[in-house]
């Protein structure tokens, strides 16, 4: 991280980041932007105008004090002052609600759809994870990245206008003349106001330049914040939840996590890195930086007072311009500070962005896929094999595999033997290394993408369920058709469960978004997710250990209800239960890569290899 920082970029490429930032940010809500930029112009203006207008009032107070005059001043003030007010005030709370509607739901979920966007084999990718962890981390961290600039941007834009109001109210600072002939003649010099630029300048270069050093001092504990903030989410709230409660009563994990929390809090105590930078750099680097603010603004002070004591102008009009100077300070102060961090910034939104710009690779296709009513799909498996990214390995090996719909497919082997594979191959979560695989013919890379997956429903073995209805998690949508969603559980053999809830496909799982939702065994998650293939409706289910949270009770109910389960699917199964072979037409052993055998299950047990190995290691337990 430290070199990325040390990275020259021109200020085009800056421009252009800060520019692509924000088009995020446009993205998403283009009238946060706009209530943004309307609050921090209507900021400025709300001091602005209420100073001149104050500074004309003190003048007709100091010199002709006309009673009609003093009035007018006085309700132009309070009218516009008041009327100002309301409108920033309104304009502020716009740009609040726009922003919190992003800066949380908006952002994440641009993330989350990104990795549902990207390549599967990409989005699973090790690399991949770690970046996007990074990215995260550094956000949560002190709000690197995009979110960064939802909070700096303001300052520089609220910063800007502040310093033009200020100017444009200084302007007759220097226009103004001292007497002619006075001991202050000086001040009306061709040289004096070139020395007060080349002050402010130097100044304002000084202050950049702390601020600076002080971002990148404090962006130097990233690693070690983001460590402890890890931590923290790790041990900080173990016992939350059954599925950690019960390890840290057991194993009294309780007389653990404290030491590991307590390596979380020396990072942020009176001993810890950010307390002795605070005493040290960081520290000067923040007095010096508020040193010279103030002494620029001594100065600015003593030129105003000079220039009326010398009889510029008279009482209103200073008035007038130490208001204007001291908000000019500010102004550059906000501005300078914002500048800086969005300077330190800039590797982590680049990293960002750089995430979001991970093209995908995987050729899309445009061949509408066969919408059969017959379902007669045939796959062909072509002399394929793959290796996953890095990897010198072959989890497949010259795999030449044929099988036709309605046949009822049993995957086994042992763990690694590249059962998975072969699976996220057959849904073309990855395309092959080598060879090809068929539909009907062709090539599947050459099928619509989208098309081409809406032939598959699986249950994966690490199968998610959301805290929500029953019904929509069936029908994995808002819209559930209520007499497939209750078929499709009876299917599953889940209809007397349902039957017993109250608000039956209305009924929520867990207590995330309910507090009546229920809780449910291994199995019956397992038989919702069947029951979510089965609603899908596509030609091919595929179903990785589909009974593996079953007792053999429930398990012998989804095996005798086999056919009317898959009805006229192709039904592929992979599992260590070798009991489910014998419902299966056909049966592939794979063993390192390879598919070592293929028969029935009579007809495999007749021979001396694998399946007949791994079915009597099993069979033993069982006779």
Known sequence: MRKEKKKKRSFAERVRLYQRGMGFWWKLSP???????CTALLQAVTQYVTLWL????????????????????????????????????????????????????????????????????????PATRAAYD??????????????????????????????????????????SHVREGGRFAWIDHPLTLPALLAVVLACTLVILWCSRRSMEMMSGFSEDSMMGNRLFAHYGRPPEG???GMDVRTYRQDEFIPAKMLSVCLLFSSTGGWATAAKGKLGLMEAAKGALSQSFTGIAYLFVCLKAWAGAFGIGAVTQYVGAITNFA??????????????????????ALAFLDMPNEMYQGSLSVEK???????????????????????????????FRIGQRLAVV??????????????????DPTEGQILLNGIDIRKYDYDQYKDIFSVVFQDFQLLGLPVGQNVAAGIEVDEPAATDCLQKARLGDWLAKQPKGLGTYLYHDFEEGGVNISGGEAQKIAIARALYKNAAFIILDEPTAALDPIAEAEVYA????????RTAIYISHRLSSCRFCDAIAVFDAGKIVQQGTHESLLEEEGKYAALWNAQAQYYT
Not at 420 to 429: A, G, H, P, Q, V
Not at 561 to 568: H, P, R, V
Request: hydrophobic share 45%.
């Open 134 to 175: 990074a990215i995260m981390q550094a956000d949560n961290w002190n709000s690197w990245g995009f979110r960064n600039l939802l909070w700096r941007v303001p300052g520089i834009f609220t910063g800007f206008f502040r310093i033009v109001g200020a100017s444009a109210l200084c302007i007759s600072l220097f226009t």
């Open 31 to 37: 009238q946060w932007v706009v209530a943004m930029t």
């Open 413 to 430: 082997g042992e763990n690694g033997s590249g059962k998975t594979t072969f699976i996220k191959l057959l849904c073309r979560l990855y």
């Open 561 to 568: 209800g086999f056919d009317t389960l898959i009805e006229d």
């Open 330 to 351: 500010g102004g550059l102060a906000q501005m300078m500070t914002a500048a800086a961090e969005l300077s330190v910034n800039e590797p982590y939104l680049e990293k």
């Open 242 to 244: 059954s599925d950690r």
């Open 372 to 402: 059969r009513r017959d379902r007669n799909y045939e796959v062909e498996f072509r002399n394929v094999s793959f290796r996953y990214p890095g990897s010198e390995a072959w989890a497949l090996k010259n795999v030449n595999f044929k």
């Open 54 to 125: 104050s500074a004309r009032f003190i003048d007709e107070l100091a010199r002709a004090r006309r009673p009609e005059v003093l009035v007018q001043y006085a309700a132009a003030a309070a009218l516009a002052g008041t009327g100002l007010a309301i409108l920033s005030a309104i304009c502020s709370r716009w740009s609040d609600w726009q922003r919190l509607n992003i800066q949380w739901a908006g952002f994440d979920r641009r993330f989350a759809q990104k990795l549902c966007e990207m390549d599967f084999s990409r989005a699973d990718d």
